[in-house]
């Protein structure tokens, strides 16, 4: 079982950052490949990053290509989603993703391939 906690939303002016954080519980948390995902009101979730047990083996969405970055620390059992140069376009609840898997370089793109999930974090962007 892997329980996921996320943190670092709030709500910020558009052109502002944020960090996201995404601790996860239990050992296995090197062995999982992790992502990050958005929904807003009225739309389906969708992909934001994600990022495989190798650092360097990462995704992004087009929308968020070269504002986002997703990073890991094993050590502290934590994902990241640094958000920079925020738009009111990406207002929406953020979600925190888990799938144990024993590729050092595999990452998911889908929500169903993924296992556990956080709660949530809400981050609004006012324009």
């Known amino acids: 079982q892997v329980q996921l906690v996320e943190s670092g939303g709030g709500t910020v002016q558009a052109g502002g950052s944020l960090r996201l954080s995404c601790a996860a519980s239990?050992?296995?948390?090197?062995?999982?490949?992790m992502g990050w995902f958005r929904q807003a009101p009225g739309k389906e979730r969708e992909i934001v990053a994600a990022i495989a047990q190798s650092l360097p083996s990462t995704y992004y969405a087009e929308s968020v290509k070269g504002r986002f970055t997703i990073s890991r620390d094993n050590a502290k059992n934590t994902v990241y989603l640094q958000m920079n140069s925020l738009k009111s376009e990406d207002t929406a609840v953020y979600y925190c993703?888990?799938?144990?898997?024993?590729?050092?370089?595999?990452?998911?793109?889908?929500?169903?391939?993924?296992?556990?999930w956080g709660q949530g974090t809400q981050v609004t962007v006012s324009s």
């Open positions: 993703a888990a799938r144990e898997t024993s590729g050092l370089y595999t990452y998911y793109t889908q929500g169903r391939e993924y296992d556990y």
């Open positions: 239990g050992r296995t948390f090197a062995s999982c490949a």
